[in-house]
């Protein structure tokens, strides 16, 4: 299907396992963003990528690891997952990095650390 | 850094009735672009009006529009003709014009809940 998409949509895990929550676009968009949602804090960005094998760091990057090997996916890893990464994680992508150019957002990744 | 504040965690509103959102924010930017998105209980977030700030015209998309005051920093959305299916939460947000600041990332308020009473 086209568009923007995450895996799994629920993932439950327990303190110290390594999770890899998935992004899959099909618009060949250049730019991808992971937002990590939080009660009382919105959405906050964790790491985005300009293009394949470009990343940076966002404004909460401690924990989480990516990769852009291919346009297309944006992998998000939890190296060791603590009970702070409980969260709702999304996916954007954007055709380009200009303000005006729309974030399109994936259906959201719902993770459970025990 | 900037900053985008929402001032009300919940709000209710009658059906067919007009409610308005607050948001307010903090830049030292003068070209930025302001976002309000829904988010229904399906979690999806949906770009609902968009606003460039070199814009003083007020954005408007069908039964939405914005208040926009540069000078003040707000940025609030008015739903006029409310209607069950507009409950959700909804979110505020900034955008840079610059690519440096996080390839142009959103910055989001807290969010408000927004109810419509039948």
């Known amino acids: 299907d086209a568009g923007i998409t995450q895996s799994p949509r629920y993932k439950i895990t327990e303190t110290g396992r390594q999770v890899t929550l998935m992004c899959h676009q099909t618009?060949?968009?250049?730019?991808m963003f992971w937002y990590r949602q939080d009660l009382g804090h919105g959405l906050r960005l964790i790491y985005y990528?300009?293009?394949?094998?470009?990343?940076d760091k966002g404004e909460v990057p401690d924990g989480y690891v990516v990769s852009r090997s291919k346009t297309e996916n944006f992998p998000l890893t939890l190296e060791s997952a603590t009970r702070s990464q409980t969260s709702v994680y999304f996916c954007?992508?954007?055709?380009?990095?200009?303000?005006?150019?729309?974030?399109?957002f994936g259906p959201g990744t719902r993770l459970t650390v025990l | 850094a900037q900053t985008v504040t929402q001032s009300q965690p919940e709000m209710s509103v009658q059906e067919a009735e007009t409610v308005t959102l607050s948001c307010t924010y903090d830049?030292?930017?003068?070209?930025?672009?302001l976002f309000w998105y829904k988010q229904p209980p399906s979690r999806q977030m949906i770009l609902v009006i968009r606003?460039?700030?070199?814009?003083?015209q007020n954005a408007t998309e069908n039964r939405f529009s914005v208040n926009f005051q540069k000078a003040a920093k707000s940025f609030s959305l008015k739903i006029s003709d409310s209607q069950l299916g507009d409950a959700a939460m909804y979110f505020c947000?900034?955008?840079?014009?610059?690519?440096?600041?996080?390839?142009?990332?959103?910055?989001f308020g807290e969010g408000t809940q927004l109810t419509v009473n039948p």
């Open positions: 954007a992508s954007s055709l380009a990095g200009g303000p005006g150019n729309e974030q399109f």
């Open positions: 618009w060949s968009h250049s730019y």
């Open positions: 990528s300009a293009a394949a094998d470009i990343t």
């Open positions: 830049t030292s930017e003068s070209d930025y672009y």
């Open positions: 606003q460039e700030a070199y814009k003083q």
């Open positions: 947000a900034y955008r840079s014009p610059s690519r440096k600041t996080s390839g142009s990332r959103l910055t």
